[in-house]
């Protein structure tokens, strides 16, 4: 059955083991009920933030393996230019057991192996030319994908159901856009709203917008293709090649000459 169970600490009562292990387990359970049918990747928080000499990593929630961990704190890790693609992640330490904790450890570093091990989640990747300075703001939909000087967050997985989905950053920017371009199409207008409420867009919903609105038919496509084929959508909307609601792009459209 359905219940909630909350210790009663008052004074004069003895301190019981079933009464911390409550308080224990209720979040752990929450959370993992909450996200049981998600995938890996980014849950909340853990964005990047670029200062003079270092990188901060806020506070926020991973999932990996199944399991989530937490970042209380922000983190720093000082980086330097070197001319080459380098990826900041995290890497998941195996078990290890001690005489009060199990503990599941992880390390941030950054690294210029662009591959993604199994034991490894990316939060980012960037390409920093000596001299030049690092930046994370981005000045268009197409800076997000800016080789150089600034720090790519299109490749990074959030943890979504089922499937992993797109940083809610991009996709909340792409909406932005579309929405001042003033777009009458209704696939833009629904999708984009749907991107404004909504913290995390499922991915399946982004290849069903991006089918309908392409008139290409449903695939399957990695985070950058999806970045180039929203940029594509909204190059179009921004020079005035808008479809009319209702209708598919490309279809003929017939006139009726009385």
Do not use: W
Request: charged share 30%.
């Amino acid at each position: 059955m359905f219940s909630d169970l909350y210790p009663n600490f008052n004074k004069g009562r003895i301190l019981k083991k079933e009464m911390l292990e409550s308080l224990r387990d209720y979040p752990r359970n929450f959370i993992d009920i909450r996200f049981k049918d998600y995938s890996d990747g980014v849950v909340a928080g853990a964005e990047i933030l670029i200062e003079e000499d270092c990188i901060t990593i806020t506070s926020g929630i991973v999932k990996h393996g199944g399991r989530m961990y937490m970042l209380e704190n922000e983190y720093q890790i000082p980086y330097r230019a070197t001319g080459k693609e380098t990826l900041i992640k995290i890497q998941f330490k195996k078990e290890a057991l001690h005489t009060d904790f199990t503990s599941y450890g992880t390390e941030i570093f950054l690294d210029e192996d662009v591959r993604i091990k199994q034991d490894e989640l990316e939060l980012g990747r960037f390409k920093l030319k000596a001299g030049a300075r690092l930046r994370s703001e981005y000045q268009s939909f197409a800076d997000f994908a800016t080789e150089y000087n600034t720090v790519n967050v299109i490749h990074v997985e959030y943890s979504g159901f089922r499937k992993s989905t797109l940083n809610p950053a991009i996709l909340r920017y792409f909406a932005t856009e579309i929405l001042k371009s003033g777009s009458a199409n209704s696939y833009d207008i629904v999708f984009s709203m749907q991107c404004m409420n909504q913290r995390l867009v499922d991915r399946e919903l982004i290849l069903h917008y991006m089918a309908n609105r392409l008139g290409t038919g449903y695939r399957e496509y990695s985070n950058g293709q999806i970045h180039k084929y929203l940029g594509r959508i909204l190059e179009e909307v921004k020079g005035g090649n808008r479809a009319k609601p209702g209708l598919r792009p490309g279809r003929p459209q017939r006139v009726i000459v009385d």
